[in-house]
Structure formats: structure tokens, C-alpha cells
């Protein structure tokens, strides 16, 4: 996503530099830049863009007579265009020239969205009201651009993290907290092995420590009760990893993608 080719179309030079810096510190560097319509036209053939953020006032040609263009254009209308809204005034001045059946005294609740419509052939894929706030503008460009596979990716590694938290939770035996980490389960796991012989005994006083560094105590049997159940936990642990991946790639809306939960329904950590 971050080798987006991306023009920014603004007078305000200032501005460009300060969407361009947005973008350079979140990853991206392919950034361009035009300051009127008629020189944004241009870049566009010249680039050939794959994401436009296009300001509404600009002279020569203002941003909506060159999103309409762009949008009639077999070659560039299927390009992302974000427009900045943060002309309500220059609207509504337009919309006063219009003729509208409208009341136009109306338009003072009109949304700066809602008036702009009434001026553009189809809807971009976003409005963003000036000034544009840094994690509005990124989350903005990241559901813009995210594809479904990417999408489901990060969900991916966001179930796999999920997954090796909870591993790392202390898990609950015979009432008491134990450690789960894998060096923990590792140690579980060569003492139980050590234990699998039926002449093999543990001394009376044995135990095994807890989380809070408790000395617990096991016979031959808990502790291979234990080892068993600890197996089966992390067993559980996996397949709920498993079972989400499987939910989510079944799904075929990015929209779903976003909002499936992937916290729920995990194994307790009672043993």
C-alpha cells in the first residue's frame, strides 16, 4: 500500500506539503504534487496516479470541474479521489447561482457533502473536511486502498498475536495459577515424559511452582494430569486460531473483514 502513487491537487502550497509529510511518515514515497486544475490535469496523464486527494478551490480549473473530467474518462475514473470539503461557503455561494427548486434559504443546514453533490457527476470515495487530521487522512487511505486479501492478512497476524498472548496467560490447575509460557511448558513436558513409566515415582514432598511461586503439591498422577490437560489447552488454543482464520476468509466483504471479532469465544484457562 505504501508504493501508492499519490497527487496531491491544492493551490495552497502549504497544504501539499503538509498532506505530503503525512504521507512520507506513515511509509509512502511516491508522493506528487499540483497547485490549479488545469496543472493537476496534466499530472494525472503524466503520472497516471493511483490515489488523487483534490481540492475543491483552485484556479483555472476548480475541483469539481476536474473530478467531473477525471470521472469521464474511461482511462482515469476508476482512480480514488478524496475531496477536501473544507469549502462550505464557496458551495453554497455556487448553489446560490444556481437554480435549484429548493428553498435556498434551506441551505444553511445543508451539509457541505450534500451540496457538493449537486455540483459532481458521481461520488468520490471520500470527503474530508479541512483541516485534515493525520489519522483521519491515513485511516481514510488505508480503507481506500486495503484490498480483501491484504485486509484478511492483517487479520490474520492480528488472530496469530491473539493466539500467543493467551498462551502466555497464567493457566488455572487444581485452583492454583501456573505459568504457560512455552520455557514452562517445555519443563512440563520433559518431567511428564520422565514420568511415563509405571515404575516411575516422585518423591513424597514433591512440587511444582506456581506463578506466585507457591510450592504446589503434585503426585506422579496430577502431574501427568496435568501435562494431558495443558496439551489439550493449547490444542483448544489453536483451533480457535484456526477456526477465526477459516471465518474470515470465508468472508467475502471488506467491510465484514473489519468488524468480525476476533476476540471472542477463546478456550478459559481453567484446565
Do not use: C
Amino acid at each position: 500500500m505504501t508504493g501508492t502513487r499519490v497527487l496531491i491537487i491544492d493551490d495552497q502550497k502549504e497544504n501539499v506539503r503538509y498532506l505530503t509529510t503525512i504521507f512520507e511518515e506513515n511509509g509512502f514515497y511516491d508522493i506528487h504534487g499540483a497547485f490549479d486544475g488545469e496543472e493537476g490535469l496534466v499530472k494525472i496523464n503524466e503520472i497516471n496516479p493511483e490515489l488523487i486527494l483534490l481540492d475543491l478551490r483552485m484556479p483555472k480549473k476548480n475541483g469539481i470541474v476536474v473530478f467531473n473530467e477525471l470521472k469521464k474518462s474511461p482511462k482515469y475514473r476508476n482512480i480514488p479521489v478524496i475531496i477536501l470539503t473544507g469549502e462550505g461557503g464557496f458551495l453554497k455561494h455556487l448553489a446560490n447561482l444556481r437554480e435549484f427548486h429548493e428553498d435556498v434559504e434551506g441551505q444553511g443546514d445543508t451539509t457541505t457533502e450534500e451540496l457538493l453533490n449537486r455540483f459532481i457527476d458521481s461520488r468520490p470515495d471520500a470527503f474530508l473536511e479541512k483541516p485534515v487530521e493525520p489519522e483521519t487522512l491515513m485511516a481514510t487511505v488505508r480503507k481506500i486502498l486495503i484490498t480483501l486479501d491484504e485486509l484478511k492478512e492483517t487479520r490474520f497476524r492480528e488472530i496469530n498475536e491473539l493466539r500467543e498472548k493467551k498462551m502466555e496467560e497464567d493457566i488455572i490447575f487444581k485452583g492454583f495459577s501456573f505459568a504457560s509460557d512455552e520455557s514452562s511448558r517445555n519443563i512440563l513436558m520433559s518431567t511428564a515424559a520422565s514420568l511415563l513409566s509405571p515404575e516411575t515415582t516422585l518423591p513424597d514432598d514433591f512440587v511444582w511452582r506456581s506463578s506466585d511461586n507457591q510450592g504446589v503439591p503434585m503426585t506422579r498422577e496430577d502431574l501427568l494430569a496435568f501435562h494431558t490437560a495443558t496439551t489439550e489447552w493449547v490444542y483448544r488454543i489453536y483451533k480457535a486460531s484456526w477456526d477465526r482464520k477459516a471465518a474470515i476468509d470465508a468472508l467475502t466483504d471488506i467491510e465484514a473483514v473489519e468488524n468480525y471479532d476476533i476476540q471472542r469465544g477463546w478456550p478459559d484457562n481453567t484446565l
